[in-house]
């Protein structure tokens, strides 16, 4: 089976609700995730096809399989890296590994061969369950200040290892700026229970604090170091002087990252164009990398890297405020 009749009995849409399902629900990183996806609608099919031979695409869910298949370090590779510049039978052979480990497959060599054995997922998994419909609202600090302040706690988890307090800090520091400026805190939320599941933080910049968009990056962490001086004041409306948006935070949960980046990404246009009748002047947009799910999101938004950070990845990028709105974001979805 090649990757193009792979995409045919699970189309790429579909391939990846169903990582952003496994990277919420099972941990698993993204890359893992398409791997294991796509062994497993390789597994699938093959067992389908031969049960019955006339069968045609695309499959009508995504269920278990229930019987092991041949899968060659040659053909894991073909299923994982057919879109990739690298990636050898060996390291097809070391995700498989990996996989295993992680109790997502059990594998087998017979001394010739390798079988493969998709494994179940854990309870109250369910591959084709519909996404579940949201909407973008203004941060409600009352409501909304814990569960995002858990949402940022767990983006924030793989550098900042103090998980106890880490919400509770958050929690007091977004209910601080909702009071100072709420206007450029907007949540992405379930339509049916009102939870939050994606949040940004457009963070007015009084220019006595413009300076540190200028220096290392990791002087200017806050909410991932919990330091008890904040390097950013906020500016206060009407302010001529103010002329940063430092965009402090933009996430969505994994799980529906693919949906609605592009929704999120249009409401947060619109609220910086509200922000201009607060602050008049505004023209910069700063945002600090941190998380590296967002490089590709900023590179493909137009922001360009400046102050870069030799002690870390992290780094600043930027981009003029009128060329973002200026976007069309729409064509993204295309």
Not at 117 to 122: D, F, G, L, V
Not at 319 to 334: G, I, S, T, V
Request: net charge negative; glycine share 4%; hydrophobic share 40%.
């Amino acid at each position: 089976m090649n990757t193009e009749e792979l995409d045919q009995w699970w189309p790429p849409e579909w391939q990846q609700q169903t990582v952003g399902k496994l990277i919420q629900r099972v941990g698993l990183t993204r890359i893992r995730a398409e791997s294991f996806v796509r062994l497993w609608i390789y597994a699938l099919v093959t067992e389908q096809l031969a049960n019955n031979p006339r069968l045609r695409p695309p499959l009508e869910a995504l269920v278990l399989p229930t019987q092991t298949v041949i899968c060659t370090h040659r053909q894991a590779a073909d299923l994982f890296y057919f879109d990739k510049d690298q990636g050898s039978d060996r390291a097809a052979g070391m995700m498989l590994d990996k996989l295993a480990a992680l109790g997502l497959i059990q594998k087998q060599f017979d001394g010739n061969t390798t079988w493969i054995e998709i494994q179940p997922m854990p309870e109250g998994w369910d591959a084709s369950e519909e996404m579940v419909e949201l909407k973008t609202d203004d941060f409600d600090p009352r409501c909304d200040a814990i569960p995002v302040a858990n949402l940022l706690a767990r983006n924030y988890n793989w550098m900042n290892q103090n998980s106890e307090t880490a919400p509770h800090c958050i929690t007091l520091k977004l209910r601080q700026w909702a009071r100072q400026y709420g206007s450029g805190m907007r949540v992405l939320r379930q339509v049916t229970t009102l939870n939050p599941v994606g949040f940004y933080l457009l963070y007015p910049t009084d220019s006595g604090s413009d300076v540190n968009f200028f220096s290392a990056p990791s002087k200017g962490l806050h909410l991932s170091t919990l330091t008890e001086v904040d390097p950013f004041q906020m500016a206060t409306p009407g302010d001529p002087n103010c002329v940063s948006v430092y965009v402090r935070s933009w996430m969505i949960d994994p799980l529906y990252w693919d949906v609605y980046q592009v929704p999120l990404l249009l409401d947060t246009q619109e609220t910086l164009r509200r922000m201009q009748q607060d602050f008049p002047n505004l023209c910069d947009l700063h945002t600090l990398v941190i998380h590296p799910i967002y490089e590709k999101m900023g590179a493909m938004l137009g922001f360009q890297k400046t102050s870069l950070d030799a002690t870390s990845s992290m780094y600043w990028m930027y981009r003029p405020l009128d060329r973002f709105l200026a976007l069309d974001l729409q064509a993204l979805k295309k």
